[in-house]
């Protein structure tokens, strides 16, 4: 499945008119199929992940539909702008809690090709050249280091 990576990339940067874009959205279809791919076995594997991240696309265009269309109004009343409760708070700061926890238990190489690219925006090949990796394994750790945070806040059940 991951001989597809490339392909998908190029597939969705025409689409996103963004190869950082493309980049994050195959990753999240990625993660996806993989965390669905024990349950099942996936007939077509290829057209599985495209329609995953075909259907990511359009999730996330609709969402951005929605925010457009809300009037200004709305802002003021919207709980999301407001100070979080004490509970949620809570939940906040254990949250991340566990995502540092997650983090540490990744390998060097795979905790640093996910923060720089999540947290500083560097494309893959930026982050492989200041690790001094291939690409491709920048791909993999990508993908790897999201899979496994994932796995953790659902385990942890947050």
């Not at 669905?36 to 077509?44: D, L, T």
């Amino acid at each position: 499945m991951e001989n597809y990576y490339r392909e998908l990339v190029s597939f969705l940067c025409v689409r996103l008119g963004s190869r950082q874009a493309a980049e994050d959205v195959a990753h999240d279809a990625y993660v996806r199929v993989l965390e669905r791919h024990g349950e099942q076995q996936i007939e077509y594997p290829r057209a599985f992940l495209y329609r995953t991240a075909l259907n990511l696309v359009i999730d996330d265009h609709r969402r951005s539909q929605v925010r457009h269309n809300e009037p200004l109004e709305v802002l003021d009343t919207d709980e999301a702008f407001r100070s979080p409760a004490p509970c949620q708070r809570m939940d906040m700061d254990r949250r991340l809690e566990l995502m540092q926890q997650a983090l540490g238990e990744l390998s060097p190489g795979c905790r640093d090709s996910f923060l720089l690219r999540k947290l500083e925006g560097f494309s893959h090949q930026q982050i492989a050249e200041r690790l001094g990796i291939s690409r491709s394994l920048v791909e993999k750790n990508i993908v790897n280091a999201m899979k496994h945070c994932r796995a953790r806040m659902r385990q942890n059940s947050v």
